[in-house]
C-alpha cells in the first residue's frame, strides 16, 4: 500500500501492527479491523517473547477509534483496546463461565495509520499481575 493509499483510509478495512522494542522483548501482533463510520475496532492480539516457557498470550480485543489533536505536530489517531482470553465453548453446554479481561491497550498512531506508540498490559494468569510494556509500533 502506498503512502497516499494509507493517508485515505476509510470505511471499512485491515490493519495489521506489531511492536517492537528490545532484542529478547515481548512483541504484540494485532490484526485488526476498523470501521471509522461508528469508529469501532476489532480483532485479535498475540503477545509473544521467546523464553522458557514461550510467552504465549491471545486475546480477542474490541475497542474504539478517536481522532485527536496532541501538542506538536499534526494529529494522532487513538485506539483504545481491551482483550479477553479466545474460549471455544461447544454450543449445547450452555451460556460459559465468566472470563477475566486478559489485555488492554492504548495506541498513538499517526494519521496514515502506518507507525506510532503501543502501551498495552497483559497477564498470564487470570487473576495474576498485569505486565505492563510501551514500545513503537508499525504496520506489519
Do not use: C
Request: glycine share 10%; proline share 9%.
Amino acid at each position: 500500500m502506498s503512502t497516499a493509499e494509507a493517508t485515505t483510509l476509510a470505511g471499512l478495512f485491515r490493519l495489521e501492527l506489531i511492536s517492537g522494542g528490545a532484542p529478547g522483548a515481548p512483541t504484540d501482533t494485532l490484526t485488526l479491523t476498523v470501521y471509522t463510520p461508528n469508529r469501532e475496532v476489532t480483532g485479535h492480539s498475540v503477545v509473544s517473547q521467546a523464553v522458557n516457557p514461550p510467552l504465549h498470550v491471545a486475546s480477542h480485543v474490541t475497542g474504539t477509534l478517536i481522532y485527536e489533536t496532541v501538542i506538536g505536530p499534526g494529529s494522532k489517531v487513538r485506539i483504545d483496546l481491551n482483550g479477553w482470553p479466545e474460549i471455544h465453548w461447544p454450543k449445547q453446554a450452555g451460556i460459559g463461565p465468566v472470563i477475566p479481561q486478559n489485555y488492554k491497550a492504548t495506541l498513538l498512531l499517526e494519521p496514515n495509520y502506518a507507525s506510532g506508540i503501543i502501551r498495552y498490559e497483559y497477564r498470564t494468569d487470570l487473576t495474576g499481575p498485569w505486565h505492563v510494556v510501551e514500545q513503537p509500533v508499525h504496520r506489519a
